[in-house]
């Protein structure tokens, strides 16, 4: 599976990019605010994107974890 990489992209856009990207694996919330670690965690508790993903806690920056979670969706 694929998702949109956040390359030129806001954390908003990107999240809500990401919430078409993954629809057929569950339903997702939206990101509300900027709190993107606790929004990223929800795809950690999904079982059906795999037990590879990135912890969002382990990175500062949204985009290096966001790349990092595209990788290991590829």
Do not use: H, K
Not at 25 to 39: N, S
Not at 40 to 53: I, K
């Amino acid at each position: 599976m694929n998702i949109t990489l956040p390359t030129g992209m806001n954390l908003a856009d990107w999240s809500n990019q990401v919430i078409l990207d993954l629809d057929p694996y569950g339903a997702f919330g939206r990101l509300q605010g900027d709190d993107w670690q606790d929004w990223g965690v929800q795809l950690l508790n999904n079982m059906t994107l795999g037990n590879a993903l990135p912890n969002p806690y382990q990175f500062t920056e949204w985009t290096d974890w966001a790349e990092r979670l595209c990788q290991s969706l590829a």
